[in-house]
């Protein structure tokens, strides 16, 4: 039993350790880096994609295809369409 909780606390420490050195290097990236649901909504946005497009992580959250301000109106229904295909496997 012993030996079973100390290798359950390993993968769990080493599994926080492998989130927070990920959310350091997207966080210091020089460049945006974001995470979009299947429902369109953003639910990461870097420090840097939020410098960049004025917009908090909250507000680009706050609603599907919100990042769809930052794109150029020739690119939007394109990148949409992706998200879409990508949901349908």
């Known amino acids: 039993m012993i030996e079973r909780t100390s290798e359950l606390e390993r993968a769990t420490k080493a599994a926080i350790y492998d989130r927070n050195l990920i959310n350091t290097m997207v966080d210091s990236a020089n460049a945006i880096i974001a995470v979009i649901q299947p429902d369109g ?14 917009y908090t992580q909250e507000e680009v959250s706050s609603e599907p295809y919100f990042w769809g301000r930052f794109l150029d109106l020739s690119l939007r229904d394109k990148v949409t369409d992706i998200i879409l295909e990508a949901n349908q496997g």
């Open 41 to 54: 909504t953003m639910s990461r946005l870097n420090y840097y994609g939020e410098a960049f497009t004025g």
